[in-house]
């Protein structure tokens, strides 16, 4: 089972980023995805969530209006579109997946928000 992020980096104020989370090794499709995010000396909080369909999404409410959540179950990918980026947006950014009895993490990318 492997989750793999990408897409982080440094970006300023205002600015935006596309992080993906490639699946593999389980049922992709029957699982509900979400990402975390965790800025230094802070617990791990959930930003955004997407239905196993992708036809259900829920979002932190600092981050509602900015961010979008999406997948591509045949590609075995899900997505966070981040625009409007804050500094308070920096932290490093995890995927998760979630099943009846299992739990998947990937190992996170970094996201930095810095004039």
């Known amino acids: 089972v492997q989750l793999v992020e990408s897409g982080g980096g440094l970006v300023q104020p205002g600015g935006s980023l596309r992080l993906s989370c490639a699946a593999s090794?389980?049922?992709?499709?029957?699982?509900?995805m979400s990402w975390y995010r965790q800025a230094p000396g802070k617990e791990r909080e959930r930003v955004a969530t997407?239905?196993?369909?992708?036809?259900?999404?829920t979002y932190v409410d600092s981050v509602k209006g900015r961010f979008t959540i999406s997948r591509d179950n045949a590609k075995n990918t899900v997505y966070l579109q981040m625009n409007s980026l804050k500094p308070e947006d920096t932290g490093v950014y995890y995927c998760?997946?979630?099943?009846?009895?299992?739990?998947?993490w990937g190992q996170g990318t970094q996201v930095t928000v810095s004039s």
């Open positions: 090794g389980f049922t992709f499709s029957t699982y509900i």
């Open positions: 997407i239905s196993s369909a992708g036809t259900s999404t």
């Open positions: 998760n997946g979630r099943g009846f009895t299992t739990d998947y």
